[in-house]
């Protein structure tokens, strides 16, 4: 019984002090990243005024592996290699709108010169931005709006123009009559819901006689894409253009059209232009798609940032803007799509250095 | 078909052999295949020109299963010996963009090649996925939903790396022709797959020495070790078993699309969670039921296509698909009662 005591005695000591060293660096962990934050914090290189040496931008987004992001990236590394800028790109795998705040907070607590945001919904910024802003750090947001628009500019593409020749190519395909079906991404996502809330009431206006359904959500999902597809073919004998907002929508509703051997009845049109979407263009299993210019945009904000940080360095408030930039897009067909014009609206899977 | 090791002290006890009716008011399987017939009736009926009991709309309710169907089974027998698997999903993933970037490499070799080097890429890497999970649960003695948790964590980082980030693309459009899209009299062949291993599972469950440890080892791990049952060793192999059938409907996958899908497929765990346990696989385990997986399984398929087919609004969809949820679970308690039997057999 005593020599049980002792090893009892001997595991809790054992316990207390592997706790006790647990707790020993957990606390100098903590203690390290609250100096790095204080350090990091006041170590903005542009304060001088004017000064552009060493800057570090951050630049966040969500589904960073997604290509529309991974092009963003590439756009606004090449930008920040040419004039000198330590970038980093950073934020959540997935589509999680809390986590990417949570990311940039995270990035702005490190004390960058500027920040660039890809918002994957626009809503919930106002208490990351804002306080940068009035710190001096400018922050520019691409691809998404911000609300309220806390950003120095925005960077984006206009989705009504883009409608356009949506509006032209859905009206050729189905002569100005039948039902088009809509496979969208998530609801309460405004960067996917943007791809149709122009779109829809112009088709409706320039044919009245085309019946619009209303959106099905498949998440991403290729397999809930198909699904929905499918069943859209099989419920709606007048079916004619399935518009599918983006690549795993467009890849899962291809899949279902060319399953059903409904390719003659029912042709495919999306949003985006990532390289599946490239490949069913070629085999013409997608009749035309949305290509925007993710690289354009982030190289532009890159640029801004920049500038402004050249002309006024970052010892006063940065204005905030409420103007758009639009960035430019192209409808891409099978027709177009291997021309020199198309290839710029065509999305990247990795950048240079990479 | 559905096989239960512990006695229902709670039903009533009689002499006489109850009748064929009254054994199918109180089959576990029964209500939830009643659900269903009621769903396709009622889908069949209000679908224009009947199209939802049409050949073409059977065959997408076949394909749309068929992945279902075999994280289902996965699940069910993790679940029958008492353990989870969340990363299922996850596994299949990353099945899949190996089995993805190897039928690219393939692709010049012609279809026979890119099917047993893809598949094998991918039924290698679901077991490997299978034996890791099963190595911490009874290694390391890590519980398995939390093991799970962190390995769907890793699994799919891995396959972010494997991948670049980005979906693989490139795939052979001959393994969706030949294999995803492709139909054995009329019989998309992806179903064929998953119903034949669903076919195998049943017999495993009621023939095999094996199928019995499983739902041995989920009614009470105490009682099957001192029974003398290499649990840890069994336990560890059905999870590389069951990392091997996510590892086959990741190269499924790839032969629907021609392309990987790494942002999706984050709910597909649960949903094979969900259609095991709807059709009468217990949580707690020691109760597996294949034929219910297999109508819990049509009972999403055919939710998932029917209100679409008769043209429901997504929002009210997601209502309605929670409430016959709650409608089918009930039924499956209700029949279970006395009232019920009596009202039933009146």
């Given at each position: 019984m005593s020599q049980l005591t002792s090893l009892f005695t001997r595991s809790t000591r054992r316990k207390v002090a592997s706790a006790a060293v647990a707790t020993i660096a957990l606390t100098g962990l903590l203690a390290g990243c609250a100096s790095g934050d204080t350090d990091s914090g006041s170590g903005s290189s542009a304060d001088s005024g004017g000064s552009t040496e060493d800057l570090r931008f951050i630049y966040i987004a969500a589904l960073i592996n997604d290509s529309f992001f991974v092009t963003q990236r590439c756009g606004a590394e090449d930008k920040a290699r040419e004039l000198g800028i330590d970038l980093a790109f950073q934020g959540p795998t997935t589509n999680d709108a809390a986590a990417e705040i949570k990311a940039f907070s995270a990035a702005a607590a490190t004390g960058p010169d500027g920040m660039i945001v890809a918002p994957f919904?626009?809503?919930?910024?106002g208490g990351s931005v804002k306080p940068l802003m009035q710190d001096g750090v400018p922050v520019v947001a691409t691809g998404q709006t911000l609300e309220p628009a806390d950003a120095m500019a925005t960077y984006i593409t206009d989705y009504l123009e883009s409608a356009e020749p949506l509006v032209d190519i859905i009206g050729e395909l189905t002569e100005g009559e039948g039902t088009v079906g809509l496979i969208a991404t998530s609801t309460g996502n405004k960067t996917d819901s943007d791809r149709y809330t122009e779109l829809v009431p112009a088709l409706e206006e320039e044919y009245p006689d085309l019946t619009i359904l209303d959106p099905e959500y498949a998440e991403n999902s290729s397999a809930t894409a198909s699904t929905i597809a499918s069943a859209l073919i099989t419920g709606n004998p007048d079916l004619k253009v399935i518009y599918a907002t983006s690549g795993p929508q467009a890849v899962g509703a291809a899949s279902a059209i060319k399953a059903a051997g409904a390719g003659d009845r029912v042709k495919l049109v999306s949003f985006d232009s990532n390289p599946e979407q490239i490949e069913l263009l070629k085999s013409g299993e997608l009749a035309a798609t949305v290509g925007q210019s993710p690289y354009e945009a982030a190289s532009l904000a890159v640029q801004t940032i920049y500038d402004y940080l050249s002309e006024n360095g970052s010892d006063e408030a940065v204005p905030a803007s409420d103007e758009i930039t639009p960035t430019p897009t192209l409808l891409l067909t099978p027709d177009n799509v291997e021309s020199d014009e198309a290839a710029t609206f065509q999305y990247m899977t990795e950048c240079e250095g990479d | 078909m559905s096989t239960v090791t512990?006695?229902?002290?709670d039903e009533t006890v009689s002499t006489r052999k109850p009748s064929a009716i009254k054994r199918l008011l109180t089959n576990n399987t029964f209500w939830i295949f009643a659900v269903d017939i009621v769903l396709i009736v009622f889908f069949t009926i209000v679908s224009i020109d009947n199209s939802f009991f049409g050949p073409s709309n059977l065959r997408n309710l076949m394909s749309d299963s068929a992945t279902a169907l075999l994280l289902g089974v996965a699940i069910a027998f993790l679940l029958g010996a008492g353990e989870f698997d969340i990363s299922l999903g996850a596994n299949l993933i990353l099945s899949s963009v190996v089995a993805g970037r190897i039928a690219v490499e393939l692709a010049p070799y012609g279809l026979a090649v890119i099917i047993v080097g893809s598949l094998a890429g991918a039924l290698v890497t679901g077991m490997v996925i299978g034996l890791f999970n099963g190595l911490i649960v009874t290694?390391?003695?890590?519980n398995s939903l939390i093991a799970t948790l962190a390995s769907l964590g890793i699994v799919t980082g891995v396959a972010f790396i494997v991948s670049s980030g980005t979906d693989v693309t490139g795939i052979p459009p001959v393994l969706q022709d030949g294999v995803g899209l492709n139909t054995v009299f009329g019989i998309p062949l992806p179903f064929l797959v998953a119903i034949v291993i669903w076919g195998l599972a049943w017999a495993a469950l009621k023939y095999t020495r094996f199928g019995l440890h499983v739902l041995a080892m989920g009614s009470s791990r105490t009682a099957a070790d001192r029974a003398g049952l290499r649990t840890k060793a069994k336990i560890t192999t059905l999870f590389t078993i069951c990392g091997g059938l996510a590892g086959v409907a990741g190269f499924i996958d790839i032969t629907r699309f021609?392309?990987?899908?790494?942002?999706?497929?984050?709910q597909d765990s649960l949903s094979a969670i969900t259609a095991a346990v709807i059709g009468g696989t217990l949580l707690a385990g020691g109760v597996i039921s294949i034929l219910g997986l297999l109508g819990g399984v049509i009972l999403a398929v055919i939710l998932a296509n029917g209100l679409i087919v008769i043209g429901v609004s997504s929002y009210y969809q997601l209502i309605i698909v929670g409430a016959i949820l709650i409608i089918a679970v009930w039924l499956d308690h209700f029949k279970k009662g006395e009232k019920s039997l009596r009202l039933f057999t009146r």
């Open positions: 919904t626009n809503a919930g910024w | 512990k006695t229902r002290h290694r390391m003695n890590v021609a392309a990987t899908n790494i942002a999706g497929h984050t």
